[in-house]
Structures are given as structure tokens and as C-alpha cells.
């Protein structure tokens, strides 16, 4: 103690003594009131003392931990384990587009080949009721038209003859005038000694080779030629065409005569030309019936007609046109 101190009076020292109490330490003052240095404290040493032990602010560190102190972790890159990932998944949704596209594709192909062989079923399914349409009904089958149908007015009448089936429109005269009561004999057996004409080999029709069924008298020496032959052959005409009655050959060129039927390979009696321009093909009209040929007179709204006839070829070409809508047949106007 100060020997100064010593020599006060009690009460000062007393005093001093209390204010000495009540003044604060050293190291609690600011440190714009403190009087005197202190030395810089002593760092941690970083082998021995903990890291973080000792922490100074940012603005007083004047040291730092060198880097083989500083705790290493396992170095790997996230970035690149995400573009991994993210490559592999893009890889598999080009995968699966891909693998979409093919079954697409197929898919695609299955459904065309079933539409072509649906429509080639339903053709034959129509191939197979046109047959069945013509031999039902007990086999009613009218030999001009080739239909069943029949109406009160317009009924299938049978020869008593040679059993021959045709519509009254179809066949004319006599049965337009009227439909016979008792029986009925058409022309050929009218015409022939046993009133029968099935094994008569004079009635053959001079348009084409086919023998039998619906014929009329023309008037070259005694020749006969098929109702239907006369409708479908282009210079050939009625002289009755009400009637059907009076069948007029004399108009056919030679060249129609010298035509070879590409279906029966004959030049018996007159081929009709394909109506397709550019084909050469011909055919004998009950030939082309026979084969399902597409065969159409159509008549003008004034005096105008026109035959339009088709190979095997164009015959499926034309029907495949018309389901379209924007392909008709039109007879010429005179």
C-alpha cells in the first residue's frame, strides 16, 4: 500500500478506501478510458487447443488456420451426378418416343390391312348375295334382267314350255298387251313344231354364242337375237321399243362383227369395246353378264342414250368410283 495512504486521517482513508471499492477494474473499462497498454493475448495454439475455442471478430484475426488443419469432406460434384441422371432420362423418353412410334406405325399397318381385308370380304360377301339373289326363290330368276324381284305389276311370268323366267316389262309383247290366263309359250316355242325349244338348235342368237333363253325374231331371214343383246349393243334397236318386238340388226359395222371376245375367244356374233378409252378389250354382252361385267344403258332426258360397258379390270375400277359419289354414268343428248 501506498505509505502516503498511510499517513491520512482514518475518515479520508475511509473514503478513499470506498471510492477504490466502487471504482470499476481494469479490464471492465472501455477502451478510450483505459490509461494504460495491455499485451496482445496469446493465441491458441491449433495442435493442442480446440478449434473455435478462442474466436476473435472479423476485423481483429490476424492469423488464420492453415488449410491441413481444416477439416476435409469428400469431395464429389452434385452437377454431375444430376447430368447423369438427367442424360440417362432423356435417353429413355427418346427410347420410349421411339418405341411409341414404332408401335404407331404398326398399329397403323394392322388397321390398313384390316380395312382391306374387310373390304375385300364384304366385296365377296356382295359377290356371294348376288349369286344367292339370283337363285332364290325357288330359283325365280328373270333371264333378261337377271333379278328376283317381282311386283303385281310387273310379276315373273314362266313358259310352259322351256320353263323360260321373264319380267313382263323385261319381255314385251305379247304379255305388256296381256298376262295369259291359261298357259304361255314365248316366241321360240310359239314358233317351233313341238312347242318346246329346248332341243331345237335352230334358235341361236346371231350377237352371240350363248344359247337358250329370252329371244326374239329379227327380221334378216329368220335370225333370232337376244332380248338383252339387243338393248346392250349400240347399233341394234327396236322397231317396237314398247313392245320389244322387231329387232333390228342391220346397223352393225363389220368391225364389231370381226371383234374377238377376250372372254370366250371367239368372234361369234358382235363385242361390245370397253368403255375405258384406252382399253382394247372386247366382249360379247352375255359373256360380260355371265362375268359379272359392269354393263349400263342409260336414256337421255330428250331422245339421247348411251351403253357403257367394262373389262374385268375397269368393271372393279368403276365400282370403286361410284361408291365416291362423283362418277355417273350420262347418256349423250342427241
Known sequence: MDPKFNGLPPHKRLRLIHQQEQQPSFSCLPAKKRTETRDPPALP?????????YCLPAKKRVWALPPDLIPQKPQFDLNADYKEE?????????QEAKV???EEVEENIREEKVVEEENVREEKVVEEENVEEKVEDDGIVCAVCESTDGEPSDPIVICDGCDLMVHVSCYGNPLTKEIPEGDWFCA???????????NDK??????????GGAMKPTGENGKWAHVVCALFV???F???PEGREGIDCSKVPQSRREHTCYLCKTTNGCAINCSEPKCRLAFHVTCG??????IEYREGKKKGAIVAGFCKTHTDLWKKQERTGKFKIVARED
Open 100 to 102: 411409341v412410334v414404332e
Open 45 to 53: 495454439d491449433p495442435k493442442t487447443e480446440a478449434i473455435g475455442s
Open 289 to 294: 353378264l355371265n362375268e359379272d361385267l359392269c
Open 86 to 94: 438427367q442424360k440417362e432420362e432423356e435417353e429413355a423418353n427418346v
Open 238 to 240: 327396236f322397231r317396237d
Open 188 to 198: 321360240q316355242c310359239s314358233d317351233s313344231d313341238s312347242k318346246s325349244c329346248e
Open 202 to 211: 335352230s334358235f341361236s342368237c346371231c350377237l352371240c354364242p350363248v344359247k
Open 234 to 236: 349400240p347399233e341394234v
